[in-house]
């Protein structure tokens, strides 16, 4: 299981520490949320602002672009300190050379499908990714609530994994708590990124301990039961 703080709900104020203090909880990776104020109505940070965080951190860095052209950007985030690029679906027949030119800049692959877009779109890449991220909320703000209706998406893109053979990462983001984050982990999820539940958290280190024990104990049985 990986746990993913979002810096979105970091105090923007004290990044650096912010960042530091993600390092210390006992997460895995620290999640980067990239808003262009196009593909979604906000703006958050670029690659300048990864670029001075990435001194304070040995974490993995997921950077998740919700932007209209990241064609423009995937050298800048890579140069920053990106481990792994998330592109969005809903690009259309820009997502294969998207693909493609993440894994020739030698970093891990994401692709991510919004909650209105069916999750067949995804099919034809799953061989080609390291992870699919299926938003929980439409992207653009923290602290929005848990969209179930992508519950079912989690179950399909599980199934197609081990049908397929396939070891793409299977990531939730938006709205997660301890509570969607089990819900989501009986579905089939393993990579758990959460900004207002636990940056928001006076004492992260508990939050992401409770987190995962949250997830461990989401017995996968469960989910049959409560159909
Ligand atoms: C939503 C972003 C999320 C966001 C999650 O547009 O992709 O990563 O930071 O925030 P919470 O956990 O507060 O819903
Ligand atoms: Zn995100």
Redesign the pocket.
């Known amino acids: 299981m990986i746990i993913a703080p979002?810096l979105?709900?970091a105090d923007f104020t004290r990044l650096g520490k912010e960042v530091e203090r993600a390092g210390r909880s006992g997460a895995d990776w620290l999640?980067l949320?990239i808003m262009d104020g196009h593909f979604?109505p906000n703006i958050s940070f670029g690659p300048a602002v990864v670029a001075a965080m990435r001194p304070h951190s040995k974490l993995f860095f997921d950077v998740?672009l919700?932007c209209s052209q990241p064609e423009i950007l995937l050298e800048p985030f890579v140069k920053a300190g990106a481990d792994q690029i998330t592109v969005h679906i809903e690009l259309g027949e820009r997502v294969p050379s998207l693909l493609w030119k993440i894994r020739a800049l030698g970093k891990k692959v994401g692709l991510a499908v919004n909650p209105p877009t069916s999750i067949t779109a995804v099919q034809p890449y799953l061989d080609k990714i390291d992870l699919l991220l299926v938003m929980t909320?439409n992207?653009?703000?923290?602290?929005?609530s848990f969209i179930h209706e992508a519950v079912p998406k989690i179950q399909q893109a599980d199934t197609w994994r081990r049908e397929r053979k396939l070891n793409y990462r299977l990531e939730v983001?938006?709205?997660?708590n301890n509570q969607t984050a089990g819900e989501c982990a009986r579905a089939g999820a393993d990579t758990f990124?959460?900004?207002?539940?636990l940056f928001q958290q006076h004492n992260m280190t508990a939050a992401v301990k409770k987190m995962r024990k949250m997830v461990n104990d989401s017995d996968p049985g469960l989910a049959d039961l409560m159909v």
């Open positions: 979002s979105l709900a999640h949320d979604v998740h919700m909320v992207p653009g703000f923290g602290g929005q983001d938006g709205g997660i990124v959460a900004g207002t539940a």
